[in-house]
Structures are given as structure tokens and as C-alpha cells.
């Protein structure tokens, strides 16, 4: 029989509002305008879901979450927001917290292999057509058929060349093969590689079970990913973040209704990951939202504007925290209206009008109660983090990536045996045999040759002989018969 675990405590004003912690995994959504709180309101949702022993994942596109690892200090401003908000035996604490970084520099290591990838997801990265995307999956069925693992960007690379250079023996069992296509590909791939993909499709890959931990004192370890660096790839960002949440929705078991989640998932900028995005890749983004819940996740999209966020999707995310909206424009308008359409109406105020007047730190929040339906709107200051608003110092950082059980393990990639070294095995003998098959036709070619030539002096002398023996006679018969008509001897 699951426990009961404490409400958490996230904002208040006359009332108290709380996420309950079996309700986490029924996903949420924080959004609001720049500078309105978003990045404060993150930071207490998931300092509150690691004190209970929840680990968390959340990319840091800014690079001042980092300051959670630290205990906060009483600013001026922070000890006003306790002393308002009359909160009682606050503490300032930090939370544990393991780095990660797709290129190395701010954390581990972090990496997936091109096939766990998928065409799928590959494609929406190389920004593929309909097209282009078929032949990238042929290119993967082609691979597994023959064994090939599909590891890192030049096992991808090897295994295209080989594709194209021998399109007319797959087209029977699979269809038509491109040339066009491969090579849109494989400027896909230059490009990627210049966005620093091939340090993210190596080994070791990401073991997703390192990021769902707990510390020696029960507090789930907050997993923050360096994002500033990587946002400047959108694509790479959105399809590294949406291929952890599949994975996690592959491999983890069904757990039903926990009594708290087993992870919770920020996906920050999340307009980034339904851009361009083709309708199959919606699809599957649909589908991984609706059920992840039941494994046990729940994900927290953060962005600017609600309607970023496909309808399908924005009626999933059950606990809200809206910040302000500007309402500059028809169009702003239009969204602030919208916002206030997806709450449950509070009828001590008007929601649309209140979203344009929220002070920094203030928000209107709705959380899930007990039975999963959505509590009326209110209108309430967030509480202040326990932990250190901003970035840590660099050293500071170094020291936390140093101390980690993790250390080490993800910091020297490896190279294993995969299509690419098989592909260039199976070159060099279809090369070699190309070569003996060259010289035997060379050697008989000259055997021929040579035999044409034996053929050719024998045929000539046989000529010239007969052509003296010819000559010979005819002179014999001349003489003969001119002989005895002028009386002349034989």
C-alpha cells in the first residue's frame, strides 16, 4: 500500500497552493513572458520534487540553474518574500546535482547512438522531405538485415555509400533507392557534424537508469544539461531532448498511479521541439506525452506562449503556473484570451485581465487535486527557491562534475566494431577480388594476345610459302606452256 508523501508546498496568497506528488506524473506546464518568473517557479517545483526524493531532469538553456546545487544566501528581497508570504521554518538548502553536457565542456558526457536515434527522429534533425525520409529508413532496415550496427555518424556514412553504390540489388526487396537522396543525406550529416553531432552519436550511450537517482539522504538528484551551447542548434536540442523521452517511455516498466513520480521531465523551450516538426513526429510526440505518465514521468513543458504547444498536448499538462502575458497586439491578445480559456474560472476575478497585470514572481497556478481534476485558478505569489539564484562559479562546477559517482564513466568514448569497420572490411576484400579478377582477365587477355600473335606468324608463313610455291608454279606453268608453243625447254 503506497504512502501518503506531503503536499508541495509551491505558491501561496490567502490560500496555499499545492502539486500533490501522485498527481506530478499527470505533467504541467509553466509559461509566461521573459522575465516573469518562469525560471524561479522551475527551480521550486523541482528543489520541492527532489526533497521527496523524486529525480529530476531539466536543460538549462541560460545557464543560471546551475546555482540549485547551492544553498541560498538572505538577500533582501528573498527574506521580504518569506517575511510576505509568512513561511515558516524556511531553510535555505541546495539540492544534489549531476551535470551533463552534449559536447563535454559543462558536465558528463552525453551520448546516443545513431540507431537508438532512428530514422524518425534523424530525419526531423537533417530537416529530411517525405522522400528522403523513406530512403533514410530503408538505409536503417538494410542495416539491421545485415547485421550492421548503426553506432556512430560514419557507420551511417558507410552504410549510405554502400546503399547507393549497390541500389540495384536492394531495389527488388526494398524498393528504389535514390541517388538524389543520398546525397541529401549525407549533407545532412556535413551539417550535423559542424553542430557537433558526431561527439553526441558516440559510445558509451546515455545509460538513462544514471539519471534516475537518489542521494545517501533520499533526495532526488537533480540532472541538469548544459543547453546554452546547444540551443544554437535548435533541431539537435528539441530531437536530443524528445529521443530521451521516448527512451525513457521504451524502457521503463508500467508502475500505474505512483504514489510520487519516478522522474519528472523540464523540457524548457518547448516551442523548439513542435517546430517544423512533420505529422508523424506530432503523432509519436502525442503518444509518448499521453503514456509516459503510466511509467511513472511526468514533463513539465516551460515556453513563452501556451499556444506553442499543439492543443493535443496543452490539454495533457493538468498543473499549471501561468505568468504574465503582454497583450501589445491583436495577436497578444488573442493569446492572453486563450491562456485564460484553459483554467477553471475563479469568480473572485477575471482571469484574462489579471494574466496582463502579474508582478514579477507572481503567477496564477491550478494544480490537480486528488481525483486529477484541475483546482480552480489563483491568483499567488511563487515561493522563493531554497537554493542560490543564478550560476555557480566555474570552479564550483568542476568540483560537483569531479565528485560525481559518475566520473569517469562517460568521459573517454570508445569505438567499437560496427557497420563502418565491417562495410570497410568487406571493401577491401571485394576490392582485392576485383583486382585477382582484373589480373586474371589481364593474364588471359595477354595469353590471348600472345596466341593470336603465335597464330598470326604461323598463318603468314603458311602465306608466304604459298604464295613462293604459287609464284613457282606459275612461272613453271608460263614457262611450259610458252615454252612449247616458243620451243623453249621446261
Not at 552504410?159 to 540489388?169: E, I, T
Not at 562546477?397 to 565491417?422: C, F, M, N, P, Q
Request: hydrophobic share 40%; charged share 25%; net charge neutral.
Amino acid at each position: 500500500m503506497s504512502s501518503i508523501i506531503e503536499p508541495l508546498l509551491i505558491a501561496k496568497s490567502d490560500r496555499e497552493a499545492f502539486l500533490l506528488p501522485s498527481m506530478a506524473n499527470r505533467h504541467g506546464l509553466i509559461a509566461g513572458a521573459t522575465g516573469t518568473g518562469k525560471t524561479v517557479s522551475l527551480q521550486v517545483i523541482a528543489e520541492q520534487l527532489s526533497r521527496i526524493g523524486v529525480p529530476v531532469f531539466m536543460a538549462d538553456v541560460k545557464g543560471d540553474l546551475s546555482g540549485i546545487s547551492q544553498p541560498g544566501t538572505e538577500k533582501p528581497k528573498i527574506l521580504e518574500r518569506i517575511k510576505q508570504m509568512k513561511l515558516e521554518g524556511f531553510t535555505f538548502s541546495g539540492s544534489p546535482v549531476v551535470f551533463w553536457d552534449v559536447f563535454g565542456e559543462q558536465g558528463h558526457p552525453v551520448r546516443a547512438t545513431v540507431s537508438e536515434m532512428g530514422p524518425l527522429l534523424l530525419g526531423r534533425l537533417l530537416s529530411l522531405n517525405e522522400t528522403q525520409a523513406g530512403v533514410l529508413t530503408m538505409v536503417f532496415r538494410i542495416a539491421d538485415d545485415n547485421g550492421m550496427l548503426l553506432l556512430d555518424l560514419k557507420d551511417l556514412r558507410a552504410m549510405l555509400r554502400y546503399v547507393g553504390d549497390n541500389a540495384s540489388q536492394f531495389k527488388t526487396e526494398y524498393g528504389n533507392v535514390s541517388a538524389a537522396s543520398i546525397g541529401a543525406i549525407q549533407r545532412g550529416l556535413l551539417t550535423l557534424e559542424e553542430q557537433g553531432g558526431e561527439k553526441f552519436f558516440a559510445e558509451p550511450a546515455l545509460d538513462l537508469e544514471d539519471m534516475i537517482q537518489v542521494d545517501q539522504n533520499g533526495r532526488g538528484v537533480v540532472n541538469i544539461l548544459a543547453a546554452d551551447r546547444l540551443l544554437q542548434s535548435p533541431q539537435l536540442y528539441a530531437t536530443f531532448l524528445l529521443w530521451m523521452l521516448s527512451e525513457l517511455f521504451e524502457r521503463l516498466p508500467e508502475v500505474g498511479d505512483p504514489d510520487k513520480p519516478k522522474l519528472v521531465f523540464f523540457f524548457d523551450e518547448a516551442h523548439l521541439l513542435f517546430t517544423d516538426a512533420p505529422k508523424p513526429l506530432l503523432t509519436k510526440i502525442e503518444q509518448v506525452v499521453r503514456l509516459v505518465r503510466s511509467k511513472g514521468v511526468g514533463v513539465f513543458f516551460i515556453s513563452q506562449n501556451p499556444r506553442d504547444i499543439p492543443d493535443i498536448v496543452l490539454g495533457q499538462l493538468g498543473n499549471r503556473v501561468q505568468h504574465a502575458l503582454r497583450a501589445f497586439t491583436p495577436r497578444d491578445q488573442e493569446v492572453v484570451k486563450a491562456a485564460a480559456e484553459t483554467f477553471r474560472a475563479n469568480p473572485k476575478f477575471d482571469v484574462e485581465q489579471v494574466i496582463t497585470q502579474l508582478a514579477v514572481g507572481e503567477a496564477l497556478v491550478s494544480f490537480l487535486d486528488a481525483k486529477g481534476t484541475p483546482g480552480v485558478v489563483e491568483r499567488a505569489m511563487v515561493c522563493p527557491p531554497r537554493g542560490q539564484i543564478g550560476p555557480i562559479t566555474p570552479e564550483q562546477r568542476a568540483e560537483l562534475i569531479k565528485s560525481s559517482v559518475l566520473y569517469g564513466h562517460y568521459e573517454k568514448s570508445i569505438d567499437r566494431e560496427s557497420a563502418y569497420e565491417k562495410l570497410s572490411v568487406r571493401v577491401e576484400k571485394e576490392t582485392a577480388a576485383r583486382e585477382e579478377q582484373a589480373k586474371a582477365r589481364e593474364v588471359a587477355r595477354q595469353s590471348a594476345k600472345k596466341g593470336r600473335q603465335r597464330e598470326g606468324m604461323i598463318t603468314s608463313m603458311a602465306k608466304s610459302v604459298l604464295r613462293s610455291a604459287g609464284t613457282q608454279i606459275g612461272r613453271e606453268v608460263v614457262r611450259g606452256v610458252l615454252g612449247s608453243i616458243l620451243g623453249g625447254r621446261r
